[in-house]
């Protein structure tokens, strides 16, 4: 298994690939207070966080039904209680990584392709991107649409790579990145590399048990990987 401090100078990655919530920016504040208010219309009063923070990457419909035995008609009344909150105010509690601006800067500089695929909503993704000037720093924004559809991993990927226009033979140079599971089993899936960064929100060893490629602890482990 690599680790952050590994030379990387023999794998020249052209594609980047990159997760938002929680790999990108640190999202879970105004996830996790949204999640509490979706969960009051139902009589849940959830306050340990470590319970919430668990909400913090997989898609919303996933996660109510998983963590709280929701029903699908309850899943989705609870996504449409969530949006109440989060696309008023959750969406700005909200904060890019220390040194990701300056890491998008320097690919995009480096002709590198970038693209974000995230399981939320395309729509909200573009208003975070924007919120903080990072939507120039990517070529593609991939993320899921408003009724669940394009959630997993591999479809928002698969939609990534389509619009990038790779062959075959370019995404053996690609590579995700992600703070979760899901996003080094998206990677597997495609038979390429990943890596999983710890600051953001996966639970301890959950990124080498997934098999990632590579593992930064932050942003500038995270240069040293894609850059070389």
Known sequence: MSRDNRDNRDKRYQTILFDLDG???DSGPGIIRSVQYALEAFGIEE????QLRRFVGP???Y???TYYGLTKEEAERAVEKY?????VTGIYENEPYPGIPELLLALHEAGKKVAVATSKPEKMARIVLD?????DCFDVIAGAGLHGEHET???LMGIAFEQLGLTEEDKQTAIMVGDRFYDIEGATAFGIDSAGVTYGYAQPGELEKAGATWI?????ALRKILLG
Request: net charge neutral.
């Open 63 to 65: 996660s109510f039904q």
């Open 153 to 155: 991993k591999p479809e």
């Open 216 to 220: 930064a602890s932050d942003a500038e």
């Open 23 to 25: 790999t990108l920016t």
């Open 131 to 135: 919120h903080f000037r990072l939507t």
């Open 59 to 61: 898609p919303l419909m």
């Open 47 to 50: 306050k340990d966080e470590k």
């Open 83 to 87: 949006r109440e909150r989060y696309l």
